[in-house]
Protein backbone atom coordinates (compact mmCIF):
# COMPACT_ATOMS: atom_id res chain seq x y z
CA UNK A 1 0.00 0.00 0.00
CA UNK A 2 3.06 2.17 -0.05
CA UNK A 3 2.09 5.71 -1.89
CA UNK A 4 4.08 8.05 -3.24
CA UNK A 5 3.76 11.50 -1.25
CA UNK A 6 1.04 13.32 -2.72
CA UNK A 7 -0.60 17.13 -2.15
CA UNK A 8 -4.45 16.16 -0.94
CA UNK A 9 -6.28 18.96 -1.82
CA UNK A 10 -9.43 17.37 -2.47
CA UNK A 11 -10.77 17.26 1.12
CA UNK A 12 -14.33 18.03 0.00
CA UNK A 13 -14.46 14.18 -1.94
CA UNK A 14 -13.52 12.87 1.43
CA UNK A 15 -11.18 13.11 4.27
CA UNK A 16 -8.50 10.91 5.74
CA UNK A 17 -9.97 9.54 9.02
CA UNK A 18 -7.91 10.98 11.93
CA UNK A 19 -5.82 9.42 14.36
CA UNK A 20 -8.12 9.88 17.06
CA UNK A 21 -11.48 8.88 15.28
CA UNK A 22 -9.68 5.48 14.03
CA UNK A 23 -8.12 4.83 18.16
CA UNK A 24 -11.61 5.55 19.51
CA UNK A 25 -13.16 2.92 16.76
CA UNK A 26 -10.98 0.13 17.19
CA UNK A 27 -12.11 -1.48 20.59
CA UNK A 28 -15.57 -1.57 19.10
CA UNK A 29 -14.56 -4.16 16.40
CA UNK A 30 -13.13 -6.97 19.17
CA UNK A 31 -14.14 -5.87 22.71
CA UNK A 32 -17.76 -4.19 22.74
CA UNK A 33 -18.91 -5.65 19.57
CA UNK A 34 -22.16 -6.59 20.62
CA UNK A 35 -25.14 -5.97 18.91
CA UNK A 36 -27.45 -2.80 21.05
CA UNK A 37 -30.48 -5.12 20.15
CA UNK A 38 -29.11 -7.97 22.19
CA UNK A 39 -30.52 -8.56 25.78
CA UNK A 40 -27.12 -9.89 27.24
CA UNK A 41 -24.31 -7.54 28.66
CA UNK A 42 -22.25 -7.74 25.63
CA UNK A 43 -25.47 -6.48 24.02
CA UNK A 44 -26.13 -3.90 26.68
CA UNK A 45 -22.95 -2.49 26.98
CA UNK A 46 -22.56 -1.42 23.22
CA UNK A 47 -26.36 0.41 23.81
CA UNK A 48 -24.46 2.05 26.50
CA UNK A 49 -21.99 3.01 24.46
CA UNK A 50 -24.48 3.88 21.20
CA UNK A 51 -26.59 6.06 23.36
CA UNK A 52 -23.56 7.69 24.65
CA UNK A 53 -21.76 8.37 21.07
CA UNK A 54 -25.75 10.17 20.17
CA UNK A 55 -25.72 12.35 23.21
CA UNK A 56 -21.85 13.61 21.90
CA UNK A 57 -22.97 14.01 18.71
CA UNK A 58 -26.44 15.65 19.25
CA UNK A 59 -24.48 18.26 22.07
CA UNK A 60 -22.65 19.40 19.43
CA UNK A 61 -25.35 20.35 16.90
CA UNK A 62 -27.13 21.64 19.84
CA UNK A 63 -29.55 18.69 19.36
CA UNK A 64 -31.49 16.46 21.67
CA UNK A 65 -30.14 12.83 21.56
CA UNK A 66 -33.76 11.79 20.68
CA UNK A 67 -33.47 13.83 17.62
CA UNK A 68 -30.29 12.33 15.57
CA UNK A 69 -31.13 9.21 13.67
CA UNK A 70 -27.61 7.55 12.39
CA UNK A 71 -27.73 6.82 8.71
CA UNK A 72 -25.30 5.19 6.31
CA UNK A 73 -24.06 8.54 5.06
CA UNK A 74 -25.12 12.12 3.71
CA UNK A 75 -26.81 10.47 0.92
CA UNK A 76 -28.86 8.67 2.81
CA UNK A 77 -29.75 11.12 4.79
CA UNK A 78 -30.96 13.46 2.28
CA UNK A 79 -32.79 10.54 0.77
CA UNK A 80 -34.53 9.91 3.71
CA UNK A 81 -35.22 13.32 4.42
CA UNK A 82 -36.83 14.11 1.26
CA UNK A 83 -38.60 10.71 0.99
CA UNK A 84 -40.23 11.49 4.22
CA UNK A 85 -41.51 15.07 3.47
CA UNK A 86 -42.69 14.01 0.20
CA UNK A 87 -44.64 11.06 1.42
CA UNK A 88 -45.81 13.14 4.91
CA UNK A 89 -46.82 15.83 2.16
CA UNK A 90 -48.69 13.71 -0.31
CA UNK A 91 -51.02 12.20 2.51
CA UNK A 92 -52.06 16.40 2.72
CA UNK A 93 -52.76 16.60 -0.60
CA UNK A 94 -48.96 18.67 -0.88
CA UNK A 95 -46.63 17.67 -3.63
CA UNK A 96 -44.60 20.84 -4.53
CA UNK A 97 -40.86 21.12 -3.36
CA UNK A 98 -38.76 23.83 -4.02
CA UNK A 99 -34.85 23.66 -3.84
CA UNK A 100 -32.57 24.83 -6.13
CA UNK A 101 -29.97 24.44 -9.22
CA UNK A 102 -26.81 23.59 -7.67
CA UNK A 103 -27.58 20.94 -4.83
CA UNK A 104 -25.73 17.55 -4.41
CA UNK A 105 -26.76 14.75 -6.87
CA UNK A 106 -28.02 13.26 -3.33
CA UNK A 107 -31.13 15.44 -3.27
CA UNK A 108 -31.50 16.58 -7.53
CA UNK A 109 -31.30 12.92 -8.26
CA UNK A 110 -34.57 12.22 -5.67
CA UNK A 111 -36.34 15.06 -6.58
CA UNK A 112 -36.41 13.74 -10.24
CA UNK A 113 -37.66 10.69 -9.09
CA UNK A 114 -40.44 12.30 -7.20
CA UNK A 115 -40.92 14.27 -10.23
CA UNK A 116 -41.54 11.32 -12.39
CA UNK A 117 -43.83 10.51 -9.20
CA UNK A 118 -46.43 13.34 -9.51
CA UNK A 119 -44.33 15.86 -7.79
CA UNK A 120 -43.93 19.68 -8.78
CA UNK A 121 -40.39 20.80 -7.99
CA UNK A 122 -39.02 24.13 -8.06
CA UNK A 123 -35.14 25.11 -8.96
CA UNK A 124 -34.64 28.58 -7.30
CA UNK A 125 -31.78 30.62 -8.90
CA UNK A 126 -28.39 30.19 -7.39
CA UNK A 127 -27.76 33.62 -8.96
CA UNK A 128 -24.25 34.65 -10.36
CA UNK A 129 -22.31 34.65 -6.77
CA UNK A 130 -23.90 30.93 -5.70
CA UNK A 131 -25.75 32.28 -3.06
CA UNK A 132 -29.61 31.73 -2.67
CA UNK A 133 -32.04 34.81 -1.63
CA UNK A 134 -34.66 33.87 1.10
CA UNK A 135 -36.68 36.47 -0.55
CA UNK A 136 -36.94 34.00 -3.40
CA UNK A 137 -37.35 31.09 -1.63
CA UNK A 138 -40.60 33.16 -0.06
CA UNK A 139 -42.05 33.51 -3.55
CA UNK A 140 -41.19 29.99 -4.57
CA UNK A 141 -43.43 28.84 -1.50
CA UNK A 142 -47.21 27.86 -2.41
CA UNK A 143 -50.43 26.23 -0.66
CA UNK A 144 -48.75 22.95 -1.50
CA UNK A 145 -45.56 23.16 -0.77
CA UNK A 146 -44.41 20.43 1.11
CA UNK A 147 -40.63 20.86 1.78
CA UNK A 148 -38.20 23.41 1.38
CA UNK A 149 -34.84 21.80 0.85
CA UNK A 150 -31.27 24.21 0.02
CA UNK A 151 -27.86 23.06 1.43
CA UNK A 152 -25.87 24.80 3.90
CA UNK A 153 -23.03 24.95 1.92
CA UNK A 154 -21.75 23.99 -1.60
CA UNK A 155 -19.59 21.25 -2.34
CA UNK A 156 -18.18 22.24 -5.18
CA UNK A 157 -17.33 26.33 -4.80
CA UNK A 158 -17.95 26.31 -1.30
CA UNK A 159 -20.72 29.41 -1.29
CA UNK A 160 -22.59 29.04 2.54
CA UNK A 161 -25.87 29.89 2.46
CA UNK A 162 -28.44 32.28 4.49
CA UNK A 163 -30.00 29.29 6.37
CA UNK A 164 -31.34 30.63 9.26
CA UNK A 165 -32.80 33.36 7.02
CA UNK A 166 -34.57 30.84 4.46
CA UNK A 167 -35.50 28.91 8.23
CA UNK A 168 -37.23 31.76 9.11
CA UNK A 169 -39.40 32.13 6.04
CA UNK A 170 -40.25 28.73 5.98
CA UNK A 171 -41.74 28.21 9.23
CA UNK A 172 -43.28 31.80 8.87
CA UNK A 173 -45.35 30.02 5.91
CA UNK A 174 -45.45 26.74 7.92
CA UNK A 175 -43.53 24.78 5.37
CA UNK A 176 -41.24 22.02 6.11
CA UNK A 177 -37.16 23.00 5.95
CA UNK A 178 -34.11 20.20 5.57
CA UNK A 179 -30.74 21.60 5.19
CA UNK A 180 -28.00 19.11 3.59
CA UNK A 181 -25.08 20.51 6.01
CA UNK A 182 -22.96 17.45 4.88
CA UNK A 183 -19.61 20.01 3.59
CA UNK A 184 -20.57 22.44 6.34
CA UNK A 185 -20.47 20.63 9.56
CA UNK A 186 -16.92 20.35 11.18
CA UNK A 187 -15.89 23.35 9.03
CA UNK A 188 -18.26 25.86 10.62
CA UNK A 189 -20.52 26.51 13.44
CA UNK A 190 -24.14 23.76 12.87
CA UNK A 191 -26.45 24.93 16.06
CA UNK A 192 -29.82 23.27 14.67
CA UNK A 193 -31.82 25.90 17.22
CA UNK A 194 -29.82 28.75 15.93
CA UNK A 195 -30.18 27.99 12.45
CA UNK A 196 -34.00 27.11 13.20
CA UNK A 197 -34.10 23.60 10.87
CA UNK A 198 -36.35 20.96 10.68
CA UNK A 199 -34.15 18.45 9.24
CA UNK A 200 -30.47 18.53 8.93
CA UNK A 201 -28.04 15.97 6.99
CA UNK A 202 -24.63 15.24 7.81
CA UNK A 203 -21.26 12.90 6.70
CA UNK A 204 -18.73 11.88 9.12
CA UNK A 205 -15.91 11.24 6.28
CA UNK A 206 -15.89 14.62 5.31
CA UNK A 207 -14.63 16.01 8.65
CA UNK A 208 -12.04 13.31 9.15
CA UNK A 209 -14.42 10.37 10.81
CA UNK A 210 -14.95 7.42 8.84
CA UNK A 211 -16.62 6.37 5.57
CA UNK A 212 -20.04 4.87 5.54
CA UNK A 213 -21.84 7.06 8.42
CA UNK A 214 -23.82 9.67 8.61
CA UNK A 215 -26.67 11.19 10.60
CA UNK A 216 -29.97 13.06 10.28
CA UNK A 217 -31.36 15.37 12.42
CA UNK A 218 -34.79 15.61 12.89
CA UNK A 219 -36.50 18.26 14.85
CA UNK A 220 -39.02 16.42 17.59
CA UNK A 221 -42.06 17.31 16.75
CA UNK A 222 -41.70 16.51 13.04
CA UNK A 223 -42.73 13.37 11.41
CA UNK A 224 -40.10 10.68 9.59
CA UNK A 225 -41.00 8.13 7.43
CA UNK A 226 -39.49 4.59 7.84
CA UNK A 227 -37.01 4.26 5.18
CA UNK A 228 -35.44 0.81 6.05
CA UNK A 229 -38.11 -1.90 7.40
CA UNK A 230 -36.67 -4.45 9.46
CA UNK A 231 -35.68 -3.92 13.05
CA UNK A 232 -36.65 -1.17 15.13
CA UNK A 233 -33.65 0.50 15.48
CA UNK A 234 -32.98 4.26 15.21
CA UNK A 235 -36.66 4.13 16.90
CA UNK A 236 -38.16 1.83 14.17
CA UNK A 237 -37.20 4.53 11.35
CA UNK A 238 -34.05 2.85 10.12
CA UNK A 239 -33.39 -0.56 10.42
CA UNK A 240 -30.29 -2.65 10.87
CA UNK A 241 -27.52 -3.38 13.54
CA UNK A 242 -25.97 -0.25 14.17
CA UNK A 243 -22.63 0.57 12.76
CA UNK A 244 -21.15 0.86 16.30
CA UNK A 245 -17.69 1.14 15.88
CA UNK A 246 -18.23 4.16 12.77
CA UNK A 247 -21.01 6.06 15.16
CA UNK A 248 -18.19 6.14 17.59
CA UNK A 249 -16.05 7.22 15.01
CA UNK A 250 -17.85 9.99 13.63
CA UNK A 251 -18.90 11.41 17.20
CA UNK A 252 -14.62 11.59 18.23
CA UNK A 253 -14.33 13.23 14.61
CA UNK A 254 -16.69 16.04 15.46
CA UNK A 255 -15.87 16.71 19.06
CA UNK A 256 -12.45 17.45 17.19
CA UNK A 257 -13.40 19.19 14.70
CA UNK A 258 -15.25 21.55 16.87
CA UNK A 259 -12.87 21.82 19.39
CA UNK A 260 -10.38 22.66 16.57
CA UNK A 261 -12.58 24.78 14.61
CA UNK A 262 -11.55 27.86 14.81
CA UNK A 263 -7.88 27.77 14.07
CA UNK A 264 -8.38 25.16 11.32
CA UNK A 265 -10.60 27.65 10.02
CA UNK A 266 -8.23 30.63 10.08
CA UNK A 267 -5.32 28.64 8.71
CA UNK A 268 -7.25 27.36 5.82
CA UNK A 269 -8.42 30.51 5.00
CA UNK A 270 -5.36 32.11 4.97
CA UNK A 271 -4.28 29.53 2.26
CA UNK A 272 -7.17 30.05 0.62
CA UNK A 273 -6.43 33.38 0.22
CA UNK A 274 -2.79 32.55 -1.13
CA UNK A 275 -4.28 29.93 -3.51
CA UNK A 276 -6.79 32.71 -4.60
CA UNK A 277 -4.41 35.41 -4.83
CA UNK A 278 -2.07 33.86 -6.93
CA UNK A 279 -4.34 31.51 -9.30
CA UNK A 280 -5.95 34.89 -9.79
CA UNK A 281 -2.65 35.82 -12.00
CA UNK A 282 -3.08 33.93 -14.58
CA UNK A 283 -5.18 35.77 -17.30
CA UNK A 284 -8.38 34.86 -18.09
CA UNK A 285 -9.65 32.98 -14.77
CA UNK A 286 -12.04 33.45 -12.91
CA UNK A 287 -13.08 32.42 -8.90
CA UNK A 288 -16.33 30.87 -9.09
CA UNK A 289 -18.74 31.71 -5.72
CA UNK A 290 -18.79 34.76 -3.91
CA UNK A 291 -15.44 35.93 -2.63
CA UNK A 292 -16.93 36.19 1.06
CA UNK A 293 -19.98 34.09 1.76
CA UNK A 294 -17.55 30.69 1.24
CA UNK A 295 -16.20 27.95 3.75
CA UNK A 296 -12.76 28.56 4.99
CA UNK A 297 -11.31 25.48 2.74
CA UNK A 298 -13.06 25.61 -0.54
CA UNK A 299 -11.55 27.41 -3.67
CA UNK A 300 -12.77 27.17 -7.31
CA UNK A 301 -11.61 28.72 -10.12
CA UNK A 302 -12.23 28.13 -14.13
CA UNK A 303 -9.37 28.67 -16.49
CA UNK A 304 -10.85 29.36 -19.97
CA UNK A 305 -9.66 27.34 -23.27
CA UNK A 306 -9.05 24.06 -21.43
CA UNK A 307 -10.57 21.33 -19.63
CA UNK A 308 -10.96 20.58 -16.56
CA UNK A 309 -9.56 16.85 -16.89
CA UNK A 310 -6.64 17.63 -18.29
CA UNK A 311 -5.51 19.66 -16.30
CA UNK A 312 -6.95 17.57 -13.26
CA UNK A 313 -4.38 14.54 -15.05
CA UNK A 314 -1.26 16.49 -15.02
CA UNK A 315 -1.49 18.05 -11.09
CA UNK A 316 -2.09 14.07 -10.62
CA UNK A 317 1.26 13.11 -12.60
CA UNK A 318 2.41 16.06 -10.02
CA UNK A 319 1.23 14.39 -7.06
CA UNK A 320 -1.27 16.94 -6.96
CA UNK A 321 -5.19 15.58 -5.89
CA UNK A 322 -7.59 18.02 -7.00
CA UNK A 323 -10.92 17.92 -9.03
CA UNK A 324 -13.17 20.06 -11.48
CA UNK A 325 -16.20 19.55 -9.62
CA UNK A 326 -18.26 16.43 -7.65
CA UNK A 327 -16.38 13.44 -7.39
CA UNK A 328 -19.76 12.14 -8.74
CA UNK A 329 -19.57 13.82 -11.90
CA UNK A 330 -16.31 13.18 -12.49
CA UNK A 331 -15.47 10.44 -15.55
CA UNK A 332 -18.78 12.02 -16.80
CA UNK A 333 -17.63 14.63 -19.88
CA UNK A 334 -20.80 16.95 -18.89
CA UNK A 335 -20.13 20.28 -17.07
CA UNK A 336 -20.63 20.68 -13.65
CA UNK A 337 -24.18 21.29 -13.09
CA UNK A 338 -23.06 23.61 -9.86
CA UNK A 339 -21.22 25.78 -12.61
CA UNK A 340 -23.68 26.05 -15.27
CA UNK A 341 -26.43 27.26 -11.95
CA UNK A 342 -23.77 30.03 -12.25
CA UNK A 343 -24.68 31.19 -16.06
CA UNK A 344 -21.35 29.92 -16.56
CA UNK A 345 -21.26 29.41 -20.98
CA UNK A 346 -20.44 25.18 -21.01
CA UNK A 347 -16.45 26.55 -22.26
CA UNK A 348 -15.90 28.59 -19.48
CA UNK A 349 -17.63 25.84 -16.76
CA UNK A 350 -15.94 23.33 -18.40
CA UNK A 351 -11.98 24.52 -17.91
CA UNK A 352 -13.06 24.33 -13.76
CA UNK A 353 -10.59 23.65 -11.03
CA UNK A 354 -11.60 22.94 -7.28
CA UNK A 355 -9.39 23.26 -4.28
CA UNK A 356 -10.34 21.69 -0.82
CA UNK A 357 -8.26 21.95 1.66
CA UNK A 358 -8.14 20.65 5.44
CA UNK A 359 -6.07 21.68 8.51
CA UNK A 360 -3.50 19.51 7.26
CA UNK A 361 -2.72 21.61 4.47
CA UNK A 362 0.55 23.13 4.56
CA UNK A 363 2.53 26.53 2.97
CA UNK A 364 4.31 24.10 1.16
CA UNK A 365 1.46 22.24 -0.53
CA UNK A 366 0.26 25.54 -1.72
CA UNK A 367 3.34 26.94 -2.84
CA UNK A 368 3.67 23.79 -4.81
CA UNK A 369 0.07 24.24 -6.18
CA UNK A 370 0.96 27.76 -7.14
CA UNK A 371 3.60 26.84 -9.21
CA UNK A 372 1.95 23.47 -11.21
CA UNK A 373 -0.94 25.12 -12.01
CA UNK A 374 0.19 27.93 -14.23
CA UNK A 375 2.63 26.17 -15.81
CA UNK A 376 -0.18 23.11 -16.42
CA UNK A 377 -2.86 25.64 -18.05
CA UNK A 378 -0.17 26.99 -20.10
CA UNK A 379 0.85 23.91 -21.43
CA UNK A 380 -2.84 22.98 -21.76
CA UNK A 381 -3.58 26.33 -23.69
CA UNK A 382 -0.58 25.91 -25.74
CA UNK A 383 -1.99 22.31 -27.41
CA UNK A 384 -5.47 23.98 -27.49
CA UNK A 385 -7.17 24.88 -30.90
CA UNK A 386 -9.56 26.64 -28.84
CA UNK A 387 -7.16 28.90 -26.96
CA UNK A 388 -5.13 30.03 -30.38
CA UNK A 389 -8.82 30.72 -31.86
CA UNK A 390 -9.05 33.26 -28.52
CA UNK A 391 -6.11 34.58 -29.06
CA UNK A 392 -6.14 35.54 -32.50
CA UNK A 393 -9.27 37.21 -31.85
CA UNK A 394 -11.26 34.55 -33.97
CA UNK A 395 -13.58 34.45 -30.47
CA UNK A 396 -14.44 36.70 -28.04
CA UNK A 397 -12.76 35.70 -24.09
CA UNK A 398 -15.67 35.03 -22.11
CA UNK A 399 -13.48 35.52 -19.29
C1 LIG B 1 -20.48 14.30 0.12
C2 LIG B 1 -21.79 14.95 0.09
C3 LIG B 1 -22.98 14.21 0.15
C4 LIG B 1 -22.99 12.71 0.16
O1 LIG B 1 -22.47 12.19 1.35
P1 LIG B 1 -22.00 10.67 1.42
O2 LIG B 1 -21.71 10.43 2.85
O3 LIG B 1 -20.80 10.55 0.55
O4 LIG B 1 -23.15 9.84 0.91
C5 LIG B 1 -24.18 14.90 0.15
N1 LIG B 1 -24.21 16.23 0.11
C6 LIG B 1 -23.09 16.98 0.06
C7 LIG B 1 -23.20 18.48 0.03
C8 LIG B 1 -21.84 16.37 0.04
O5 LIG B 1 -20.74 17.12 -0.02
Redesign the pocket.
Known amino acids: MAQRKTIYMDN ?3 TATSEKALREMLPYYREVYGNPSSLHGAGQSAKEHLDAARARIAARLNADPAEIYFT ?5 S ?1 NQALRSAAANGAKRGKKHIVSTAFE ?1 H ?2 LHTLKKLEREGFEVTYLSVHENGVVLPSDVESAIRDDTALVTV ?1 L ?3 EIGTVQPIAEIAAVCKAKKVLFHT ?1 A ?2 AVGHVPVDVRALGVDML ?1 L ?4 FHGP ?2 V ?1 ALYVRRGVPLATFIEGGAQERGRRAGTENLAGIVGMAAALDEACDGMEKAAKKERALCDRLIAGLSKIPHSRLNGDREKRLPGIVNMCFEGIEGEGLLLLLDDRGICASSG ?1 ACTSGSLDPSHVLLALGLPHEVAHGSLRLSLSDETTDKDVDAVLKAVPEVVEYLRNMSPVWEELEKGEKPHLI
Do not use: P
Open positions: AATSGGSEDHAIMANNDVQSSAHKKGGS
